[in-house]
Each structure stands twice: as structure tokens, then as C-alpha cells.
């Protein structure tokens, strides 16, 4: 992920010298003014949503866009587990622009996470998240590159040993009917306890309190 991530900045560094930057920041807050933490905040092309830039909101709920771009107009797009999508075209030129979003809370528990790494039972494997994660691991999709056997393609695509999950449950619901991509770019690592793996069809799951038994 963070090979990724210093890549994509060598690229918009490259092209700013043939084309002109612009700075976009401002802060996501809810209706009732609290910041908004770790959403993330895309500067896209409106006519066919091409990413041009993205960054996450800090514990202020502030952020800060780069654009280098040749596109008269942009469109900022807000998005979290958290909040309702909210998307605002702009001019492409430096300038301040907050949000207030309305609140979409999926909230996973706070557990205690237990030391072992690994363990499971038949055909179910359990992944402990708090034995993985590291400190550059923003979202649940960072740790999930580096357990075993589960890879992660560029595109968001989830295998495990090769072969692609059909499901991702969070706290047993197939809430996204497989665009589960969404879910684990918003959702924070540090809030999934347990990454959970049925081997016979390759649902993964996201829980709150499964623990390692004794």
C-alpha cells in the first residue's frame, strides 16, 4: 500500500510542471458541526470520474487536495462508512471548500484482541487484525495484503489462495452484495477485530468479537 501510495505522488509531481496545481482544502463535518475522521475526499473529472487526486480527512476533519490538471471544472467527492456520499463541482483553481455531511454510522465494537495470529476450526480460519496491523494501516483493506494466503488486487479484488471470495460479511450481513471494495477502503483497521475466512465457498468476514477459543 505505501509503494502505492509514494508512486501515485511521484506521478502528480512529474506532471506539475506542465500543468498548473491547484490547492483544494477545507474540513468534513457533520450536521451538528463534530469533524469527520478518515474520510476520504476525491477530486475526480466530472464528466467520467476520473481520480485526479485523493487524500483522508485528519482528526479535524481537515484535508488537502493537490490537482494537477488541465480540467476547467472538478468534482470533489466525500465519502466514508460513516456518512452519506456527498459530491460538489468546482472550479479548478485554489480555493477552501467544506463540507457537512449527514451521518451513516456502521459502528463495529471495540474489543479486546487476544495474541494469537491465527486459528480456526474445519473449514473456517480466523485472522487476528490486531497481530497484523501496523502503523501506516489506515484502513481494514491495508491489513488485509498482509495476511496469509488473501491477496488483494489493485482494482479491490479479494482471493484467498487464489481464488476469488464470493462474500464479505460485517457483523454477519451482507450489507454490499459484493461491492465489498467500498467497505474495506472506508473501513478503519482499527475498528475489525477478526478477519474471518469460510473455506468452502470464500465468504470473508469482518466481526467485532470473535475471539481465539482456549
Known amino acids: ?10 506521478l502528480l509531481l512529474s506532471l506539475s510542471s506542465s500543468y498548473g496545481q491547484s490547492i483544494i482544502t477545507g474540513h468534513v463535518r457533520t450536521l451538528q458541526g463534530a469533524p469527520v475522521e478518515y474520510a476520504r475526499v476525491l477530486a475526480l473529472v466530472p464528466t467520467d470520474s476520473t481520480i485526479l487526486a485523493y487524500t483522508f480527512t485528519d482528526a479535524l476533519g481537515s484535508y488537502r487536495l493537490s490537482v494537477s490538471s488541465t480540467q476547467p471544472q472538478l468534482l470533489i467527492s466525500v465519502a466514508s ?10 472550479e479548478n483553481v485554489s480555493q477552501t471548500c ?15 484482541v487476544k495474541a494469537r495470529k ?9 485472522y487476528s487484525v490486531g497481530a497484523f496491523i501496523g502503523k501506516n494501516d489506515v484502513v481494514i483493506a491495508d491489513v488485509l495484503r498482509k495476511l496469509p494466503n488473501i491477496e488483494v488486487s489493485v482494482d479491490g479484488l479479494i482471493k484467498y489462495q487464489g481464488k476469488p471470495i464470493n462474500k464479505f460479511y460485517i457483523e454477519g450481513l451482507d450489507a454490499l452484495q459484493g461491492r465489498y471494495g467500498i467497505a474495506t477502503n472506508n473501513i478503519s483497521a482499527k475498528d475489525v477485530a477478526t478477519v474471518q475466512v469460510l473455506e468452502n465457498h470464500q465468504p470473508v468476514k469482518a466481526l467485532e468479537k470473535t475471539q481465539p477459543s482456549s
Open 1 to 10: 500500500m505505501k509503494r502505492r501510495i509514494l508512486f501515485l505522488l511521484a
Open 81 to 90: 462508512m460513516e456518512i452519506e456520499r456527498i459530491d460538489r463541482r468546482v
Open 98 to 112: 467544506d463540507f457537512r455531511v449527514k451521518e451513516s454510522r456502521t459502528l463495529l465494537r471495540e474489543v479486546q
Open 118 to 126: 491465527i486459528w480456526g476450526k474445519k473449514d473456517t480460519v480466523n
